[in-house]
């Protein structure tokens, strides 16, 4: 069973276009997370809920916008997508501040 | 100040040595400390956790942590070329922290 599982793995669109990605975990888990990995491998925090509540946002433009249906799910969606949002988009897990688990990434490229 | 500072590298090690990544941190508020194993094109994979100041070792692995010089660090005995990776170091206190990770390359 997958514990932290992403959709789509890859995503290539135009500059301007809406898209989203979406998470779930099956762990059980209180908080989930989105975090962005640039090409210099910097794991930077955007996001955190907390049971469906929003408990972090970073410096992170508002075209991006988290969703939680429920505590199972965290999906981000992105508006107006820019070349600089190329990057790899990682789903985590946690009971809250403990250990987290990833999901695989979804590697964003807008061209 | 950045929250975490971790030596980038690469760092380079011959099989069989012993590969030493260290972490330093800034919020004192910070209570759980964790290590994560990121190889290319794959997600981060916890590989350790360490909660009270002084050593904890899971196989080839130690954990060191020593709150009052705020730092953390994480040791590979016998290192295998598998053990090649980008290793990130966190800490959680009132939020989650990462550092930038350190490259490591076992030369076998």
């Known amino acids: 069973d997958t514990a932290v599982s992403q959709t789509p793995k890859y995503l290539v669109t135009q500059m301007g276009n809406d898209k989203s990605i979406k998470c779930e975990q099956n762990l059980g888990h209180d908080t989930m997370y989105w975090y962005k990995q640039d090409s210099k491998k910097f794991l930077k925090i955007m996001f955190s809920?907390?049971?469906?509540?929003?408990?972090i946002n970073e410096t992170v433009p508002n075209r991006f916008s988290p969703k939680s249906p429920d505590k199972a799910h965290l999906n981000l969606h992105i508006n107006s997508l820019e070349l600089g949002d190329s990057a790899v988009y990682f789903c985590?897990?946690?009971?809250?501040?403990?250990?987290?688990?990833f999901g695989p990434g979804t590697r964003l490229t807008v061209t | 100040q950045k929250e975490v500072e971790q030596n980038s590298g690469p760092l380079s090690v011959p099989e069989g040595a012993i590969a030493s990544l260290n972490c330093t941190y800034s919020?004192?508020?910070?209570?759980?400390f964790f290590w994560y194993r990121q190889y290319s094109g794959k997600s981060p994979e916890l590989i350790m956790f360490i909660y009270s100041n002084g050593d904890k070792e899971d196989g080839r692995f130690t954990a060191q942590l020593n709150k009052a010089s705020q730092y953390v660090s994480l040791l590979i005995r016998d290192s295998q070329p598998s053990d090649s990776a980008t290793y990130l170091c966190?800490?959680?206190?009132?939020?989650?922290?990462f550092g930038t990770g350190t490259s490591l390359t076992v030369i076998p």
């Open positions: 919020d004192r508020g910070s209570q759980s």
């Open positions: 809920y907390n049971n469906k509540e929003l408990i």
């Open positions: 966190s800490m959680a206190g009132n939020q989650f922290y």
């Open positions: 985590a897990s946690s009971q809250v501040l403990n250990e987290q688990y």
